[in-house]
């Protein structure tokens, strides 16, 4: 025998082999029954997807009138205060200082200063945009006309001049706190 013949015998005898391996006769029963199984089970029901609704974009238009995240003016104490103080009115002729230029929001109060040998107690306050300006009783700030009537260690208490929607104006107080962080 040679070995061109040797080495077909020993081919034919692995195929035969294989083909013995995947016979049927092997059982698979376990497999067949877990395939039955699966399929005789009841199948899952999947919800259809919600309805997606657009988004609908709102424009604010009111950016004229008094900002919703500010307090309103009450309106019998505006018309008290417009019977007892008619006159209540904004300089118009004074020079606006610096921080009037900036909506009272966004000012933070963040010190105070006590020149020795002076009774003056001078506030810090940053302006939002890297600066710090230094303001006493009298001074002001905000965009509605705020003058500073009294500061303490903790607080600034300002009078603003605001329009009561009649034709008017009220004063309205506010106060700027320390602030801590």
């Known amino acids: 025998m040679n070995f061109r013949n040797a080495a077909r015998l020993l081919g034919m005898m692995a195929a035969l082999l294989l083909l013995t391996a995947c016979s049927k ?4 029963g376990d497999l067949d029954k877990f395939m039955a199984q699966a399929r005789s089970a009841p199948r899952g029901h999947v919800e259809p ?3 997606f609704k657009a988004y609908e974009a709102f424009t604010y238009s009111e950016a004229g009138k008094r900002s ?3 307090p309103p003016v009450d309106a019998k104490l505006a ?9 209540i009115k904004p300089d118009f002729n004074r020079p606006k200082e610096v921080l009037e230029n900036f909506d009272l929001n ?3 109060m963040v010190g105070t200063l006590h020149k020795a040998g002076s009774k003056t107690l001078w ?24 003058r500073i009537v009294s500061i303490t260690d903790t607080q600034i208490q300002l009078v603003e001049i ?12 506010r106060t700027l706190s320390l602030n801590e962080g």
Request: hydrophobic share 25%.
């Open 68 to 70: 919703p995240f500010e």
């Open 25 to 28: 006769n092997q059982g698979y």
């Open 123 to 146: 506030a810090l306050v940053s302006d939002g945009q890297g600066g710090i300006h230094r303001v006493r009783v009298g001074n002001h700030m905000g965009k509605n006309y705020g």
């Open 162 to 173: 605001v329009p009561d929607g009649h034709g008017g104006w009220v004063q309205r107080p």
């Open 79 to 87: 018309m008290l205060q417009k019977e007892n103080t008619s006159s």
């Open 49 to 51: 997807l919600p309805q």
């Open 106 to 108: 966004k000012l933070k």
